[in-house]
């Protein structure tokens, strides 16, 4: 893989499609941005295990990933995909497993970082609470209905 290097511009217009962060003016999605990194897996990397703590958001740049659950492939993210958002918020235990299945690239945003970013940028909270409450709500109306 040609390794390149996003730009801010690019980190931010991914990060705005991320459900997680599309309430988040163009500002906070910067902030954002710069408390990340970029990250390569070869393919057939372990990104993540399920089980272990997760110490993160990813957002896969180029590539493609395996999600599994339980040893089963559940479905494959590619370009502009996330996983971690839950361990970005809680650090809690990862909820899958996610192997590179080809060369990847991933923009990661660790949750120490994140943790003081959301300190600063008390709104951004706000709005990602907006957002989980919404995804928990539908969640909940799926599985009574």
């Known amino acids: 893989m040609a390794r390149k ?4 511009k690019d980190l931010i217009e991914l990060l705005g499609k991320i459900p997680l962060f599309s309430a988040c003016s163009k500002r906070e999605l910067a902030a954002i941005a710069a ?4 990250s390569v897996h070869p393919e057939g990397h372990v990104i ?3 089980g272990e703590i997760g ?7 180029e590539g493609t990933t395996r999600i599994e659950i339980r ?3 559940r479905r494959r993210l590619g370009r502009g995909a996330f996983f971690g958002e839950i361990a970005l918020l809680d650090k809690g235990p990862r909820t899958a497993t996610v192997v590179a299945d080809s060369p990847v690239r991933t923009f990661v945003v660790p949750s120490w970082n994140f943790h003081s970013l959301i300190k600063s940028q ?3 909270a706000l709005k ?4 989980v ?3 928990l709500r539908a969640t909940e109306s799926s599985i009574t209905h």
């Open 5 to 8: 290097t996003a730009t801010t």
């Open 35 to 38: 408390s990340g990194k970029e």
């Open 48 to 50: 993540c295990r399920e």
């Open 55 to 61: 110490h993160g958001l990813h957002v896969v740049l």
């Open 71 to 73: 040893g089963r492939t």
């Open 122 to 124: 008390p709104t951004l």
């Open 128 to 131: 990602m609470l907006e957002e």
């Open 133 to 135: 409450c919404s995804r």
